[in-house]
């Protein structure tokens, strides 16, 4: 379709740097980045378990004794610090991204990324309580 | 004798070696100076044999990019001063590019990719006939001015992973451009381009590292770019999904 | 419109569940993975739970909680794969059907179970 | 030494080479045309422009008053067939490159915005807020992607052009990657190689503007027209030559000496107003703006810092909100380069080298004398600009000259004959020489110090004021540089890439054009636009109403000639500034 650059009439001898297997470790940056990813697997361990614990539920008190005691034993718990952390480390890096994704204007004006991210936050804050309230209402 | 820094230049001479050194240079730490002019000191002042691409000496070329002490930068625009004159600069070529010379890197391999996103307006009269603009607002400029400011300095390709990885990979700026012209009133080739975006080397092998943004110098926000394009290209599928008959 | 690949709504699939993760897993998980066995909150009696999880609003909301994510995850391990664990191009295809692969499997048992639980 | 062929070739990846290569593709899609650039074509100096572009599209404006501010401007040494010509052009070519997709500022009813521009008196300068030649360019380049009858030929570097029986064959390029030396033949040429600023020590211009087409056409034997004419803009940034754009005064910017004093009010350019004034004060044309400088110095009313006297560019009232908006690079090549912020402080500014009226002599078409060779964009010298460029008027002259040397040259195509053999013993002959200056080990002198005499050579004797006795020292200075750039030495024994070869081949283009300078000047014993004699300060209509052209005789030395300038409607009169 388009018009091409000549290539070069004789083979350069081009220098091509290996990339080494740890290349994440090479800028800070890399390597929030792949802890932003891996989160994703605390993310899905926790929809497959809150699956087992609508289980649990279906299958009766004692069913759902045994759940919650496996979640309070100290691999439970374990678990559940690093998910938690995990599932905090994808919300905060969560909200600037989808900001990117978002076009919105008053006026002539477009509003500020940071705007939206912090609507995120109030968001997540009040959706948060809601869930608790319900929750704990019984 | 006036104060002095060190800049360690990585020299490749495909003639004679195999893979690139480092070589150091002593040159005087002057406030006014930015990277650049301490490396044209070296090529005239002490070795004519040094290698590297410049033109403009503003930020406006994009020639000069290079990574200094493993960031990518635009050597024009930073200062001497922003560096410790006790520590060396350590001077590469952008990294995850082929190295032609010393600080040159090849970077054909970003022009057809150019190419390939067709930079240009696609509408079926933009030859003019008449002595009449398109109009466009200034709100409608604004939708893709910040895309439009790309110098192709080729500092976020060397700032994005998935590059290194996967060279074949569309990358920052190639996708702002396209995106640049989807986002302007005037054209009407959104389709056309998706066809070549629509693959993994295209617009979804970027998994948002970001750095993109973060190393641009001219503030044009590829990350933001290719988001929104994607995000784009998921409405439109969804929207032909629920509505086929509602899709023009 | 020309034919376009499947990815775009993968990635939408992957940004629900990225979003609804974000609002929603953190809370879910300090209350009952936390709050409640460590009994820093009393946990709501079984009754309560029951209740809820049988109310067709919930089911509704747990069929989501439980697709998106999984999606979201499925896509996030599938780069993972080509990218941190550099796995060869000719992979790549068997990496993305073994991941939304499973995601639907999970899919399929979530609906399954929330439609049958009573 | 391999052996390429195209229908029509185009030296010069910038605005005006661009814009000739679409021109050529679209009238003949049919023909090879090819692009060679010794930078990769958005590289292009034209990518620095920034204030605008100048065509008549408001209402308020017409044809007639571009015309006649460029005939004034130019003080009257344009063939003013060529200004009637360009003026007519303008709109259309402008609408077309918007149509094209450059992001040009708009007015809230979506039309495109105008600002006022040195020595206009209307306001008709279209402008992408201050990175106009960034969007122009890069709209050229990405639009120029589309036409696959376009090859580019990216970072060859010509280095001769071969002319067999009066007529353009083609070039000898070196492709700098490899270092390999090949021909390109071609039925027509056109060179579009942008101007020689880094003849100056203190300059605008990129490292790549050295005149390199100019040099090539004048070796082939094509004149060099209007050489002296050299234009001073009066704001670039003390210590690298940087500019600020005349768009900061088109703004309402100020310029004021070290009492704080619009010190233009002096010299006959009118009373300061505090709105700006078409014509007027800091809207006045760029010589005089820049000779006013001196004078002023002279009077001991300048600052003084490390890099010599500067007055200072106060655009604090603009306020920070249209500076954000109309000249947001402004602000940021202070930020950068001048560590200060326009928005809160005054900007230091001198006069510095920027443009060259002259350039390779053509016709209105783009045409040389050479038959096959056109030239276009700042290489040439249609005879638009005469003895003065208004500011964004080149922007524009790139795209209408650009796109009539494209067509003129496409048409020409047809009939050309094939190359004769002659052609082929010259690109082996230009081969050899480049081989041996590559081999070249018994060098003595470095390239860096060579080129810094010259540029402060041709600071001291050709600057803003020359006279005769500066013209010629200035020349004999140079005669002996270019017998020192005879033994140049070369560190760099690769074949890759080097620069430091392309860079001599720079230089040695570089001391023929200074010479060229030197001597058109020498001999033009008036006073008139850029071109300001010490002693002879009349501008004399009877003797020197008239282009000059510069030959190359077979000894290699200069041979002024001269030609009469067109005027079609507006004979010479005086230039009046600041009151109409
Ligand atoms: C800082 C600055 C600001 C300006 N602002 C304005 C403005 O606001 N308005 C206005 O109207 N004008 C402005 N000008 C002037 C205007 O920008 C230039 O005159 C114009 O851009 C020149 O364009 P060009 O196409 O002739 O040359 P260039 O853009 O300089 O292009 C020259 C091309 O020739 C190629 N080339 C050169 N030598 C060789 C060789 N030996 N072999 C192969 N290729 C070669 C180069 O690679 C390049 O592609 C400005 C100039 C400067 C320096
Ligand atoms: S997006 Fe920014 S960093 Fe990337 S090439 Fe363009 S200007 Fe350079
Ligand atoms: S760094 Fe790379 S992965 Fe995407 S967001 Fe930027 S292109
Ligand atoms: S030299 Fe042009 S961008 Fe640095």
Known sequence: ?138 | ?248 | MAKRSLTPFLWFLFGGGGMVSAMLFPVHILLFGLAFPLGMLEAPGYEWLHALVVHPITRLYLFVFILLPLFHAAHRIRYTAYDLFRVQPSLHQPIAVVCYGAALAGTLAAGYTLLTIS | MASYSCDLLIVGGGGAGLRASIAAAEARPDLDVAVVSKVYPMRSHTVAAEGGAAAVIKSTDSLEAHAYDTVSGADWLCDQDVVEAFVDEAPREMVQLEHWGCPWSREPDGTVAVRPFGGMKVSRTWFAADKTGFHMLHSLFQTSLKYKSVKRYDEWFVSRLLVDDGRCAGVVAVEIATGEVHSILAKAVILCTGGCGKIFPFTTNANIKNGDGMALAYRAGAPLKDMEFVQYHPTGLPATGILITEATRAEGGWLVNKDGYRYLQDYALGTPEPKPVHRTMELGPRDRLSQAFIKEQERGRTLEGPYGHYVNLDIRHIGETVIDKKLPFVRELCLKYANLDPVHEVIPVRPVVHYIMGGVHTDIHGATPIAGLYAAGEAACVSLNGANRLGSNSLTECLVFGARAGRAAAEYVDGAPAPGAAVEAQASDEERRLRSLMDKTDGTERIADLRSEMQSTMEESAGIYRSGDSLAAGAETLGRLRQHARHLKLEDRSRTFNTEFISALELDYMLELAEIILRSGEQRTESRGAHQRTDFPARDDDNFLAHSLAYRNDDGSVRIEYSPVTITKWPPGARVYGKQ
């Open chain 2, 1 to 248: 004798m006036a104060e002095t820094i060190r800049l360690e230049v990585s020299r490749y001479r495909p003639e004679v070696e195999s893979e690139p050194t480092l070589q150091s240079y002593e040159v005087p730490y002057n406030k006014d100076w930015v990277i650049l002019d301490a490396l044209n000191y070296v090529k005239n002042q002490i070795d004519g044999s040094v290698t590297f691409r410049w033109s403009c000496r503003m930020g406006v070329c994009g020639s000069c990019g290079m990574m200094a002490n493993g960031e990518p930068k635009l050597t024009c625009a930073v200062p001497l001063t922003d560096y410790d004159p006790t520590q060396p600069i350590r001077i590469e070529p952008l990294q995850f590019f082929p190295v032609v010379r010393d600080l040159v890197i090849d970077m054909s391999s970003f022009l057809e990719k150019l190419s390939n996103v067709k930079p240009w307006i696609i509408r079926d009269d933009v030859e003019a006939t008449e002595a009449v603009e398109f109009r466009q607002t200034p709100v409608e400029l604004d939708a893709y001015k910040q895309f439009s400011m790309c110098i192709n300095c080729m500092i976020c390709y060397s700032a994005c992973p998935v590059i290194g990885l996967e060279p074949e990979f569309t990358g920052p700026a190639a996708i702002a451009l396209a995106q640049r012209y989807n986002l302007d009133s005037r054209d009407k080739g959104k389709e056309e381009r998706m066809d070549a975006l629509d693959a993994h080397e295209g617009l979804w092998g970027c998994t948002f590292v970001g750095e993109c943004t973060k190393v641009c110098p001219k503030n044009v926000d590829p990350a933001g770019a290719i988001q929104l394009y994607k995000m784009g290209s998921a409405t439109d599928y969804l929207k032909s999904m629920l509505l086929p008959w509602g899709t023009k």
């Open chain 1, 1 to 138: 379709m388009s018009n091409p650059s000549l290539a070069p009439t004789r083979e350069l001898k081009l220098y091509r740097r290996p990339i080494s297997f740890w290349w994440w470790l090479d800028r800070p940056a890399y390597f929030k980045f792949v802890v932003r990813e891996l989160t994703c697997l605390f993310v899905g361990a926790f929809a497959i378990l809150t699956l087992l614990q609508v289980r649990a539920v279906g299958e009766g008190p004692e069913a759902y004794a045994a759940f919650a005691a496996m979640l309070a034993s100290p691999a439970g718990i374990g678990f559940s610090v690093l998910a938690f952390l995990a599932a905090v480390y994808h919300t905060v890096t969560w909200f600037p991204a989808v900001q990117t994704t978002i076009v919105l204007r008053v006026g002539e004006q477009r509003v500020p990324g940071s705007v939206i991210t912090g609507a995120h936050m109030a968001g997540w804050l009040v959706v948060s309580v809601v869930v608790a309230y319900i929750v704990l209402r019984g």
